[in-house]
């Protein structure tokens, strides 16, 4: 099963938003709808008939074939003003649909085409949003993750004042913790297994990357205890002191003083 890290944004409210932002030319005038056509063969149409087509099929929730169509759209009527909306409407159907690699695909073609656009906010957002979707849980390989860390820095970056950014923001947080809880499972893994050195890198590694994730109080006892067990106990007393320091009422602080008292109490750290 894949664990998200919270979840995501709900897909009404991307609807909302994305219409909003991409949509604002109501159509008015699609009263010849597209002949019952239920598939994409190719039909030869005019751009506002296969625009509301693909539209319709998103607001009843068949996101999959409206992505399709609006891709349809770029391919019948590529000069057309309508095929710039209907390239990030696809995207934005895509990732809907749950098929996230096309509609990373979609916006970085819309984005290719149309660096400069006023919706380029929002194709940085649903990539980054894309990878966020697909980010596995920590005993699986992160690489995801990290793509999803770089693209929502990336909007963070290009659109500080966006609510894009406000929200990538909040997630490049949950991204971070993520990533700690991968070092942590790694570093207790190695503890298990009685390779201390290995795991203090990584518990050192949340300390120093990821000083702010809630896997901290945990790393640092956990480097008090790899200390200790590597025979440097003066380390393992400057590790519990900076979790004293930090996190004076945490469980963590409170096992490192007992393990320190335990064994290196007629220590003087230097």
Sequence with gaps: MVSKLIAAPARSGLRALALSALAATTLTACAGGDGGTRDTAYVARDVETLYASAKERLDVGNAKLAAAL??????????????????LMSSFSYYVS?????????????LSIHPGNKDAPYAYYLIALS?????????????T???ALTALR?????????????????????????LAGKEMEIGRFYQ?????????????????????TSHTPEALYRLTEASLALGIP???KKYAAVLGANYPGSEWYEKAFKLVDRHAAGVTAS
């Design 70 to 87: 609006f891709d349809e759209v770029e391919r019948q009527h590529p000069y057309s003003p309508w095929a710039r909306r209907a390239q």
């Design 98 to 110: 749950r098929d996230y690699t096309k509609s990373i695909q979609s916006a970085q073609r819309f």
């Design 131 to 143: 990878y966020y979707e697909q980010i596995s849980d920590v005993q699986r390989d992160q690489k």
């Design 145 to 147: 993750t990290e793509q």
């Design 154 to 178: 990336e909007v963070d970056r290009r659109f500080p004042t966006t609510q894009y950014a406000a929200d990538a923001r909040l997630k490049i947080d949950l991204v971070n913790d993520h």
């Design 192 to 212: 298990r297994s009685g390779k201390w050195a290995a795991s203090l890198i990584r518990f050192q590694n949340v300390v120093e990357t990821y000083q702010t």
């Design 234 to 236: 003066n380390e393992a």
